[in-house]
């Protein structure tokens, strides 16, 4: 991981999208996976939006990983990678929702459904 | 008849010669008392005169001469009235009255800076201030924008950083004219985050073009950070303010003999002489700042670059017009203030703008990460337009002087091959000089050489050797003109 300095910023966040923060596609989260496509890299990209390809060379990563390793905002980074996406340079891919966890007033209720079938 | 006695007789006579005398003598004296009276009476017209005259000199010198001289303090462009009577020049009169004028510039101008001090004290004191809770604001700012990601509440943290950006220059440009420090310390930091970080504190940042060509890893020592992000910010600032609002301004970053050199092009209205020779004068840093010269509203910018070039040793100009029509500032950064950080280890900020310098053959060696993982997929591509002739424009990253060579070679090629026997010499670049050339150039050389022998022996017989001396002056002349 590269190390970052701990003085204050030289560059501000708001110069990497250019005071964007609204970014073209609504559904990019924090846990949100970006890969690389095996498109081409066009010339004449924004510099941010390099570093964010560069960043993904090593293989994908989640917004909130790859804002970490830019020293960017989660903010800013999804106006970044929503562009990229709309050049189809990255793969977005939804965070993997949290499996849903069992009712435990239900299981109880078999466990004593279960206990009660035993002793009888 | 009475017989005078003889004394009477010469009391008498010696009474009337007396009497003869002394009335010779009254009239004289009396004759001399007129000639007195007219005298003093002249003199005195003439003493009013003159008193006049000095009176008229003195009310001349504190209603015109005076107040000219005091203004002349802070306008030096102004005239002092001479005296009123040209002859009083070089008079005791006329150089006590010049001492009079010496005396009140040296006061005058002394209370100038006291009170110039005095109000820059005051206002450094107070930007001091601002500028510390802007810097605490800022750091808030940013704490709020790496919480929360919602997008209306991230651009309004945006917003409100860029506009609190703006704001700690003009605070910080102000401290920085009235003789304060920086007032930020800040750690060793590429060359190309201060150019953007500089560029990032204005209005209008968008219309910055930044061209970057120089060494990855090209840094600035700790101190020299922000000196040189705040004279880019100001420099910009003026190109911006100065141009349309649909055309660029143009930065470009290069080494330069001496160390790196930052141009910034705008491609506005341009100065006229007197505003580029005043220009020069502020941002030289030579002459004390005063707050009055700075005009109302007060322009710090250059004032500020002046400030920071002497303190910090660094040399901006802004005498040259841009080939954009508008002006040309170049800031020149010696290379004692220059380091190198490793950029595998501490990149640069993700929104600086990429060097455009590949850094395969001219890498040093610190560069080690980046130098092997470009060099390596630099090599091929040089290779592979000569093999396969085909695909020129293949990579349109950053290649596009690769293509150039490659279709140079093509066409020199067939060339040679047309021509078998010329090609054969391994220095085909010029083996086409035809004979009688050859001829004349030898012929040149030999002449030359035997007029510089014959030397000042034969200046009329030798026409031939003095034309080509001539001849030869001339190029050397052309030489010159060119470079």
């Keep these: 991981m590269t190390a970052r300095p701990a003085g204050r910023p030289l560059v501000p966040a708001y110069l990497s999208t250019g ?84 009712d435990p007033d239900l299981l109880k209720r078999v466990a ?5 079938l035993k002793h009888a | 008849m ?65 107040p000219a001289a005091a203004q002349r303090v802070a306008h030096p462009h102004l005239a002092v009235p001479g005296p ?95 003789g304060a420090w920086v007032g930020l310390a800040r750690e060793e930091s590429h060359l190309v985050d201060a150019v953007t970080g500089g560029q990032a504190r204005l209005a209008g940042y968008q219309r910055v073009k930044v061209h970057n060509h120089l060494e990855p890893g090209t840094a600035l020592v700790s101190h020299a950070v922000e000196p040189v992000a705040i004279i880019v910010a100001e420099l910009l600032d003026n190109a911006l303010r100065h141009s349309a609002p649909d055309t660029d301004v143009v930065v470009s970053l290069e080494h330069v003999h001496h160390g790196v ?46 400030r920071l070039t002497r303190q910090f040793d660094l040399g901006v100009d802004v005498s040259s017009a841009s080939p954009y029509g508008g002006v040309r500032a170049v800031l020149r950064v010696d290379s004692h203030l220059l380091s190198r950080l490793d950029p595998a280890d501490r990149p640069p900020a993700p929104s600086a703008p990429r060097t455009t310098r590949r850094s395969g053959p001219a890498a040093p060696a610190p560069t080690h990460a980046y130098g092997t993982q470009d060099a390596v997929p630099d090599a091929p591509r ?19 002087n690769d293509g150039l060579p490659q279709r140079r070679r093509r066409r020199t090629r067939p060339a040679p091959a047309a021509v078998p026997e010329a ?21 040149a050389l030999q002449s030359g050489t035997a007029a510089a022998r014959s030397g000042a022996e034969a200046a009329p017989a030798a026409g031939a050797p003095t034309a080509t001396a001539h001849d030869t002056d001339h190029t050397h002349d052309e030489g010159g003109a060119a470079r």
């Design chain 2, 84 to 178: 009123l009577q040209p002859l009083t020049v070089g008079t005791p009169l006329g150089i006590a009255l010049e001492n009079v004028l010496l005396a009140l510039q040296a006061e005058v101008a002394s209370q100038r800076t006291r009170v110039d001090a005095a109000a820059q004290a005051g206002m450094r004191g107070a930007t001091r201030e601002i500028q510390a809770a802007l810097y605490r604001l800022q750091d808030a700012l940013r704490r709020l924008q790496q919480r929360y990601d919602e997008p209306e509440l991230a651009q309004t943290l945006f917003q409100l950083d860029h506009e609190n950006e703006q704001s700690l220059r003009r605070a910080q440009v102000a401290a920085v004219v009235c």
């Design chain 2, 382 to 400: 040089h290779h592979t337009p000569t093999d396969e002739n085909g695909n020129g424009d293949g990579e349109g990253d950053g290649n596009g």
């Design chain 1, 112 to 116: 004593d459904g279960l206990r009660a």
């Design chain 1, 19 to 102: 005071g964007v923060a609204r970014p073209s596609r609504p559904h990019l989260e924090r846990l949100s996976v970006l890969a690389r496509t095996e498109e081409r890299v066009p010339p004449g990209l924004p510099a941010a939006e390099l570093a964010l390809l560069d960043a993904l060379e090593g293989g994908s990563l989640a917004v909130v990983e790859a804002a970490a390793l830019l020293g960017l905002p989660v903010s800013a980074l999804c106006v970044l990678a929503a562009g990229l996406a709309d050049r189809e340079l990255i793969h977005t891919r939804a965070p993997i929702p949290p499996a849903d966890r069992f």
């Design chain 2, 423 to 443: 090609s054969a010499p391994p220095a085909s670049s010029r083996p086409a000089r035809r004979p009688e050339e050859a001829a004349a150039a030898l012929g």
């Design chain 2, 2 to 66: 009475i017989e005078l006695p003889d004394l009477v007789a010469g009391g008498l006579a010696a009474g009337t010669l007396s009497a003869l005398a002394l009335g010779g003598g009254l009239l004289r004296l009396r004759r001399q008392q007129t000639r007195q009276r007219a005298e003093i009476s002249a003199l005195r017209t003439q003493l009013d005169g003159s008193l006049r005259a000095f009176t008229a000199e003195v009310e001349h010198l504190a209603a015109r001469r005076v």
């Design chain 2, 261 to 306: 050199c930052v141009t910034v092009d705008d491609a506005g209205l341009g100065m006229t002489r007197d505003e580029r020779d005043r220009a020069q004068r502020l941002v030289a840093g030579d002459a004390p700042i005063l707050l009055t010269d700075l005009g109302d509203p007060p322009r710090m910018g250059l004032a500020a670059i002046g």
